[in-house]
Every structure is written in C-alpha cells, then in structure tokens.
C-alpha cells in the first residue's frame, strides 16, 4: 500500500522567502509528526499531531515556524522569512496509535531544503 | 529536545563482524525501538522492546534493554556492507516519541 509521501522532494529557496512542505501520512494513521535533520545529525522533534487534540508544539524553533494539520489527513509545515540555518531535511513520520504500546513511525522520503 | 542518546557516535567495522550499538534515555519509557536511515533520508523501523521485555530478536538483529540502567543495546551479527548507514533509538512514553543523535555505522566489505 501507498506508505507517507511528502513534497516537494527538494525545495531550493531564498533568504526571508516563506516555504511551505507537504506531508500526506498513511491513510487511517492518527498520529503525525515532523522532524527536522540537519546535515549529519540526529532528528530533532519539531510537532506532534494526535487526533483532534491540540499538537505538541514543543519542539518548534521559532514562531517562524508553524504547522497544520486536516483532521486525520495531509499536513503543512510553513516556515516564514526563512533564513540559512533552517536548511535541513524535514521528515514526517506517522504511526497508527492502539494503546500506549504500539507507536512504530512510517517515515516519509523527506524535503531537502536549501536556503541560499 | 532528543531523550536517547546513543554511543558511540561513529563506528567502523569489517564485514562479517558484529556491531553494538548502545542507548542511553533519562526518563520512563513505555517502549524503546531502533531505527535505520539511509542516505539522510527516511527511516525504518527495525525493533520495537516494551519496557517489560529483556530481548528482543530479528534476523541478525538483537535488542537488549535494561530499564534499570535505562539503557538498550542493538546488535548486529555478521554485518554486512549494505548494513552501513545510521542506526537511531527512540524512546516512547506516554503519547510521546523522542529520537537519539544516532551513531553512523560504517560495514567495510
């Protein structure tokens, strides 16, 4: 079956441009989140969606930076006025939720993007 | 901010050798799983051990967890060149799921 897809693949963009990344996760999956990787590194958590309940904005850098989410379905990240250092990968994950024990993610290929 | 922290950051090894990959988190877990990435791209869910588990197997695959140390280990038999990439754990707690920095395993054939 069709697993989580996310685009654009690669955004290219200049300094103080607003950008906006696509994230549509597994059909029925109630739980999604975003990530950011920069070159080399880890994942850092950005935001957490669950159902209808308010997302864990925590892990959001800035106020540049926002995200939505359509009930269940297709969520944006939108970063505003970016600037260079927000360049990195952005992965979204998503995971079908079934009590606390069972929160294997389904990543995504991933956004490359560039800040020039 | 990331729960897991794996060690070591890097490792090198030759083919057919074992790799340990080692996991050390700070706070309660409801479960711990490892991961692959590829090429910095998207991850693979490789393991998932409850915290009420000791072991775990897959394959060439062996999870261990220590919840009174707070610390798993992944081990990978026999390694293989197409097992290069990076291995991260994540620990899960509640509704929350948090990646490590990863280690960056490199299998010379």
């Known amino acids: 079956g069709a697993g989580v897809s996310q685009s654009p693949s690669n955004k290219v963009t200049e300094k103080g441009k607003d950008v906006e990344l696509r994230c549509d996760p597994i059909?029925?999956?109630?739980?999604l989140y975003w990530y950011r990787q920069r070159l080399g590194q880890g994942l850092e958590f950005l935001i957490y969606?669950?159902?209808?309940?308010?997302?864990?904005k925590s892990g959001l850098p800035s106020d540049r930076f926002s995200a939505e989410r359509t009930g269940e379905s297709v969520s944006t990240l939108t970063i505003q006025r970016t600037q260079q250092e927000d360049s990195a990968v952005y992965l979204c994950?998503?995971?079908?939720?079934?009590?606390?024990?069972?929160?294997?993610?389904?990543f995504g290929p991933g956004t490359r993007l560039t800040v020039t | 901010s990331q729960q897991g922290e794996e060690d070591p950051q890097a490792l090198s090894i030759q083919e057919g050798e074992n790799a340990t990959m080692n996991c050390s988190y700070k706070?309660?877990?409801?479960?711990l799983q490892w991961y692959r990435q590829n090429s910095g791209r998207g991850l693979v869910h490789l393991i998932l051990?409850?915290?009420?588990?000791r072991e775990k197997h897959s394959g060439r695959l062996r999870v261990t967890l220590d919840t009174s140390k707070k610390s798993s280990s992944l081990l990978i038999t026999a390694s293989r060149a197409a097992d290069t990439a990076s291995y991260f754990c994540?620990?899960?707690?509640?509704?929350?799921?948090?990646f490590g920095a990863g280690t960056r395993l490199t299998v010379k054939p």
């Open positions: 994950a998503s995971s079908l939720t079934s009590g606390s024990f069972s929160y294997e993610q389904y």
């Open positions: 059909s029925g999956h109630t739980a």
């Open positions: 969606f669950q159902g209808n309940s308010a997302p864990d």
């Open positions: 706070t309660s877990i409801n479960n």
């Open positions: 051990i409850r915290s009420n588990e």
């Open positions: 994540a620990t899960v707690w509640n509704n929350d799921m948090r």
